[in-house]
């Protein structure tokens, strides 16, 4: 149970750089994660592997990663993990 909640902890406070090594505290996937700021705002960390999932409600300041990754990704992504080491090596 700690452990899920670390990831999900994780997921609100990540920077880009970081995000991307989130993975499945159930089965060690990678990780569909979502943003929405429409109402109260929202980060739902989902499992497309397993049935595992939290959704935070109430999340009124987007996540760092969302600025430069958007509001929809998917962890260990190659293309994505490409995208924030050349930012970083500029
Ligand atoms: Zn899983």
């Given at each position: 149970?700690?452990?899920?909640?670390?990831?999900?902890?994780?997921?609100?406070?990540?920077?880009?750089?970081?995000?991307?090594?989130?993975?499945?505290?159930?089965?060690?996937?990678?990780?569909?994660?979502?943003?929405?700021?429409?109402?109260?705002?929202?980060?739902?960390?989902?499992?497309?592997?397993?049935?595992w999932?939290?959704?935070?409600?109430?999340?009124?300041?987007?996540?760092?990663?969302?600025?430069?990754?958007?509001?929809?990704?998917?962890?260990?992504?190659?293309?994505?993990?490409?995208?924030?080491?050349?930012k970083?090596?500029?």
């Open positions: 149970m700690e452990k899920e909640n670390r990831v999900a902890d994780m997921a609100l406070t990540a920077q880009a750089a970081d995000v991307a090594s989130l993975i499945c505290p159930k089965c060690h996937g990678n990780l569909k994660l979502q943003y929405t700021s429409i109402g109260k705002g929202a980060l739902s960390v989902m499992c497309p592997t397993c049935p999932r939290v959704v935070t409600d109430g999340v009124r300041e987007a996540p760092p990663w969302v600025k430069e990754l958007g509001q929809k990704i998917m962890t260990g992504e190659p293309e994505m993990v490409g995208k924030s080491k050349a970083r090596g500029r």
